[in-house]
């Protein structure tokens, strides 16, 4: 496989990811372990197919550490980001939590290979600028929640963490994401069944999103992205990511989730071009 074509294979998590945001809202009252498990789960049965594919066989010789590290940062990203979304439902709590893909720019200059120049210091500085307008922001209600965007920085980093050690994990099949999804659901459902009291969908619009997010953002969404981790150009998918919170915003302000206030809009606008500066490896 081509490394242009990785790229593209990567960026097609990231249209899925612009979703994520208003699915999770969708899907409540469905507590966050508990849609951890259903979304796995979906996950797992979509890895399945895709690794009958190849044979499981191939799964056999894939260290127990490298499983271990991928169901952590699967499991650890999407409790801290359905519990963000459970305690303040808004898009700053998105923008937050889609920090992500400037760390990944500013982590892949450790890669080797990879240096990171000034202008990617300069790009970090306005994104975080773009951070503190949300968070110094006060809304009509009367201020942010310092939970909510507490735990969305903490799954920010968590992914980038995850995205990056990918890299390194290159001669690791896709297919061990399999692995990932059905060990991260059985511990989201230990979890839920010891630390919360279930709660399913109310109506139809909560099943399909909570299905859809199975389907797509927490179900293909991994296998794409792991291929472009391992095989695409690292830091060009960075900034790509960055539509992301963009298109998540926009879905959100058009589904009605949120208002198209100038503390969101700016804020989006620092932190996507503060991460288009950073992924400049020369002036």
């Not at 306005?126 to 965007?149: D, K, Q, S, V, Y």
């Amino acid at each position: 496989m081509s490394r242009n074509k990785a790229t593209i294979i990567g960026f097609s998590a990231v249209l899925m990811w612009s979703l994520l945001a208003l699915l999770t809202i969708g899907s409540a009252p469905v507590p966050p372990f508990l849609l951890n498990a259903i979304c796995f789960t979906i996950g797992g049965v979509i890895g399945l197919a895709w690794t009958a594919r190849q044979g499981f066989s191939i799964l056999r010789g894939v260290s127990w550490k490298v499983y271990a590290f991928g169901t952590l940062g699967l499991f650890g990203y999407h409790f801290l980001y359905f519990t963000a979304f459970r305690v303040a439902p808004t898009a700053e709590t998105g923008l937050i939590a889609y920090l992500w893909p400037l760390f990944i720019v500013l982590l892949s200059g450790l890669l080797p290979g990879e240096r990171l120049f000034p202008q990617q210091l300069l790009g970090a500085s306005i994104a975080f600028a773009g951070a503190a307008l949300i968070i110094f922001a006060r809304n009509e209600a009367g201020g942010f929640n310092t939970t909510g965007m507490l735990l969305a920085f903490g799954c920010a980093i968590t992914w980038s963490v995850y995205s990056v050690i990918s890299r390194r994990l290159g001669d690791v099949p896709t297919e061990s994401v399999t692995v990932f999804c059905l060990a991260s659901a059985a511990l989201s459902l230990v979890a839920h069944l010891a630390l919360e009291e279930t709660a399913l969908p109310v109506d139809a619009l909560g099943w399909v999103s909570v299905i859809a997010l199975g389907l797509g953002p927490v179900g293909a969404a991994f296998f794409t992205w792991d291929i472009g981790m391992k095989r695409g150009d690292i830091q060009l998918l960075g900034v790509a990511s960055y539509a992301a919170p963009l298109l998540s915003t926009l879905v959100l302000i058009i589904a009605g989730r949120a208002e198209p206030g100038w503390t969101i809009l700016a804020a989006a606008a620092l932190i996507a071009g503060g991460a288009l500066i950073a992924a400049r490896k020369r002036p």
